[in-house]
């Protein structure tokens, strides 16, 4: 499947918590960048996430810049990988991250469509994808197991084990979510 990059996309968050993300794109020769910010609030408190992500030419992603917004302060962390997927949060080596090559931010729909961009699975296919997880309350960064399978064109099973979480994911022809079930709705 060939994607065609949009130039910006929106999401509502469902269930989970109430809120909005919107995500710019800049398809730089070097690679694609997506700017965006989600805010939302959830069991009451209130947040903010911004960020700016550059991905390789295939998909890699080797830089985050996120930040945050709550309450509690503010914060804000960089991720950076290698290529070869070894990671450096905020300038220190990050080895429980090694072998993952994307970046996964809580509080975001964009980001899921990273691997499947990367992957480029046939149909029936399956891949684990490991991915630096971002927590949205704090900015927080673990290893995240996941694995996607593509079930047919638009359509890929997704998988988060350490969260006991499963769905099936809808996508469209630019490769990023329209329907992440509970989670989030694309609305442009």
Known sequence: MTFIMPTTAAWRHLDARQGFEVAYFLDAPDGPRA???????EDGLTWI????????????????????????GARETVLENDGAGHWRVDGAPA?????????DLEA??????FPVHRLGLGTGER??????YVRAADLGVD???????????RRYDYAAPAFDFA??????ETGFVVDYPGLAVRVV
Do not use: H, K, M
Request: net charge negative; aromatic share 6%.
């Open 35 to 41: 700017e965006g910010t989600t805010t939302a609030v």
């Open 49 to 72: 996430v911004g960020y700016t992500i550059e991905l390789d030419a295939s998909w890699v992603t080797r830089r985050a810049r996120i930040t945050s917004r709550s309450a509690a």
């Open 95 to 103: 080895p429980a991250l090694d072998g993952c090559l994307d970046v």
């Open 108 to 113: 975001s729909a964009l980001t899921n469509g």
């Open 127 to 132: 891949a684990a994808a490991p991915a630096a």
């Open 143 to 153: 290893r995240l197991e996941q694995d996607y399978a593509r079930v047919d064109e």
């Open 167 to 172: 769905c099936r994911l809808v996508f469209d």
